[in-house]
C-alpha cells in the first residue's frame, strides 16, 4: 500500500521557503518527510515554470469566468455534502489533483493521473467519506500549496497553529498587499480549475469563506452564495476529531501544547459573527441559508428551495430544478448507508460550549446544550 504524499508536497518552493521559516524547527521523526517535501517541489520545477509560461498567455480572464457559486459554513457543518450533492448538477469542482498539484494541474497532473489515484486515501482522515479520483474537495490545500495564509500550515506546524489560524482565516495583521496578493492567487487558481474543468461554472467549497463572504461578493460580484449551519454543540465535539486527526497525520512538528477547545470555541465564535455580517449586505437572491438538520431530513425539498432563492433556473448552463432531481435522487440512494461519525457528548464539553457559544445555540434555534 503507497503511503499518501504530504499535502505540501504539491507546495511551490517560494511558499515552502516562507511557511519552513516561520513554522519553526521540524521534529527529527519528520526530516526525511520534510526533505520529501522539499524534493517534490525541485523535481517539479521545470514542469511547473512551463504551465506558469502557458498560463501567462492563454488562461482566461478572472472576469470572464461564469460567476461562481459559493458554499459557506463553518467545518463539520455538512457542506461537504451539500457540495457532493450540487455537482451532480453539472457545475465544476475541485478534484483531488487540484489540491496537491495546484501549480501543475493543467500539465503534470494531467500525465500523473493514475499515479495520484493510486496515492489517494481510502477515505477522507476526519470522517468515513470514500475519497475518488471525482470526489469534489475543498480548495484550501491547494491555496496552502500556493500561498503561506493558509490555516492548514498551522497543521503542518501547530506551534503555531494559533497564529496562523486568525492570519489564514481572519488575516489578522496582514498588509493589504498581501491580502492583494492573495486574491490574486485565488483567482488564478480559479481561472486554472475552470480551464480543467472544462470550462464549467465553478462551485467552491471551503468553510474559511465563511468569514470572507463580502470579500469574495466583491471580487465576484455576480456570484452565489449557500450557507449551511449546524447545532452549534455537534460542531464543536466534531471539531475535535478533526484537529486531533489531522495534526497526528500531517504535523511536521511533535511536543505542540494546543488548547484545541479554546481554537475551535473562538473561530467559531469570529466566523459566524463575519458571515453574519457580510450576509446583511449581499444583494437580494445571492444568499441562500441552510439548516443542516433540516436538509438532512428533507433535502429534495431544500434543494428545490435553493434553486428559487438563487434563480439557478436562468443560468442557462445549470437549468431548471426538474433537470437534475433524477441524479440528487439517485446520489442520495447511493449515501444511505453512509455511517456518520460518533461522539462522546461529555458534561464539561456541554457546560463550555453552553457558557461560550450558548448565545449561537439561541440565535440559530438550538437547544443550550
Not at 504530504?6 to 524547527?25: E, I, Q, S, W
Request: with cysteine.
Amino acid at each position: 500500500m503507497n503511503t499518501p504524499m504530504h499535502p505540501l508536497a504539491g507546495a511551490d518552493l517560494a511558499t515552502l521557503a516562507k511557511v519552513f521559516r516561520r513554522g519553526g524547527a521540524i521534529a527529527p521523526a519528520q526530516r526525511q518527510r520534510a526533505m520529501a517535501i522539499w524534493a517534490a517541489a525541485i523535481g517539479r520545477l521545470p514542469f511547473t515554470l512551463a504551465e506558469w509560461l502557458w498560463c501567462a498567455a492563454s488562461l482566461p480572464k478572472a472576469e470572464a469566468l461564469p460567476a461562481p457559486v459559493f458554499i459557506l459554513g463553518h467545518w463539520r457543518s455538512g457542506t461537504t455534502h451539500l457540495y457532493q450533492i450540487l455537482v451532480e448538477a453539472g457545475f465544476g469542482f475541485v478534484p483531488p489533483a487540484a489540491t496537491g498539484l495546484p501549480w501543475d494541474l493543467l500539465f503534470l497532473a494531467r500525465l500523473t493521473e493514475k499515479q495520484i489515484e493510486k496515492r489517494l486515501p481510502a477515505k477522507r482522515y476526519i470522517d468515513n467519506i470514500p475519497v475518488r479520483p471525482d470526489s469534489p474537495q475543498e480548495d484550501e490545500i491547494a491555496l496552502a500549496n500556493m500561498s503561506e495564509l493558509s490555516f492548514y500550515h498551522g497543521i503542518y506546524f501547530p506551534r503555531r497553529l494559533k497564529d496562523w489560524i486568525g492570519q489564514g482565516v481572519f488575516f489578522d495583521g496582514i498588509a493589504a498587499r498581501d491580502i492583494t496578493n492573495w486574491q490574486r492567487t485565488f483567482a488564478f487558481f480559479l481561472r486554472k480549475l475552470h480551464v480543467q474543468q472544462d470550462r464549467k461554472r465553478l462551485l467552491i467549497k471551503n468553510p474559511v469563506y465563511t468569514a470572507r463572504a463580502a470579500m469574495l461578493a466583491e471580487m465576484f460580484p455576480q456570484a452565489r452564495f449557500i450557507h449551511i449551519y449546524r447545532n452549534p454543540f455537534d460542531v464543536f465535539l466534531s471539531m475535535r476529531n478533526f484537529y486531533t486527526k489531522l495534526i497526528a497525520e500531517f504535523a511536521l512538528q511533535d511536543d505542540h501544547p494546543v488548547d484545541i477547545d479554546e481554537i475551535i470555541i473562538s473561530t467559531y465564535d469570529r466566523m459566524m459573527t463575519a458571515m453574519m455580517a457580510d450576509a446583511g449586505h449581499l444583494p437580494a437572491g445571492r444568499l441562500a441559508v441552510l439548516r443542516y438538520e433540516d436538509f438532512v431530513a428533507a433535502p429534495m425539498a431544500h434543494l428545490a428551495n435553493i434553486w428559487e432563492q438563487l434563480d439557478f433556473a436562468a443560468l442557462p448552463d445549470i437549468g431548471p430544478f426538474a433537470r437534475h432531481a433524477e441524479k440528487f435522487t439517485a446520489y442520495l440512494d447511493r449515501v444511505k448507508s453512509f455511517e456518520k461519525n460518533r461522539f462522546v457528548k461529555d458534561e464539561a464539553a456541554a457546560r463550555f460550549v453552553s457558557e461560550r457559544l450558548g448565545h449561537w445555540c439561541d440565535r440559530l434555534g438550538y437547544p443550550r446544550p
